[in-house]
Every structure is written in structure tokens, then in C-alpha cells.
């Protein structure tokens, strides 16, 4: 497993709200677009993950902490009700 690769997309999925979105329709496609490589079983875990509590973290930064060109996604990037755990 590669870890700095799994600590790079957890933290993308935190303060990125494009890629956050663009994973929660296929974190395969997001991550390959991207250039994060990741094992089969890595791909899988990261899957398994809640979004809405990653969405409910990252509503919890400060702006600062968030890439250039995103705010915190305070609920509203993603519609609740569309949201989903991240699976393909």
C-alpha cells in the first residue's frame, strides 16, 4: 500500500470540494484523472468512507486550510440528499 498516496487523496477529499465531488462519482476516475496511483484494496477502502462525514469535516475548516479556488463545502456543494458513501 501506498501510504502517502492514500494520505494525499484523504486530504483532497477534505479541502477540495471539486475533487470531493468529482470522487463521489467515481473515486477511481478522480483519483486516475489526478495522478494518485493506488492499489486495488486502497481504491476499495477509500470507497467505503462516508462522505457526509467527510463533507461534515471539511465544513469544519478554516478557508485558509482549503485548496486555492474551493471553500469549505458547508453542506451546500452537495446536495444531503444525494450524498452517499464514495462507490462506483
Known amino acids: ?3 502517502t498516496a492514500v494520505e494525499q487523496v484523504l486530504g483532497r477529499m477534505i479541502t477540495d470540494e471539486r475533487f470531493r465531488s468529482f ?8 483519483c486516475l484523472h489526478e495522478g ?3 492499489f486495488p484494496t486502497e481504491l476499495r477502502l477509500l470507497s ?3 462522505l457526509q462525514c467527510i463533507i461534515e469535516l471539511a ?4 478557508p485558509g486550510l482549503c485548496r486555492a479556488g474551493t471553500t469549505p ?4 456543494g452537495l ?3 444525494k450524498v452517499k458513501a464514495i462507490k462506483d
Do not use: I, K, P
Open 1 to 3: 500500500m501506498s501510504q
Open 23 to 30: 470522487a463521489a462519482e467515481s473515486l477511481e476516475a478522480a
Open 36 to 38: 494518485y496511483r493506488l
Open 48 to 50: 467505503n468512507l462516508e
Open 59 to 62: 465544513g469544519h475548516l478554516d
Open 73 to 76: 463545502d458547508r453542506g451546500h
Open 79 to 81: 446536495a444531503l440528499d
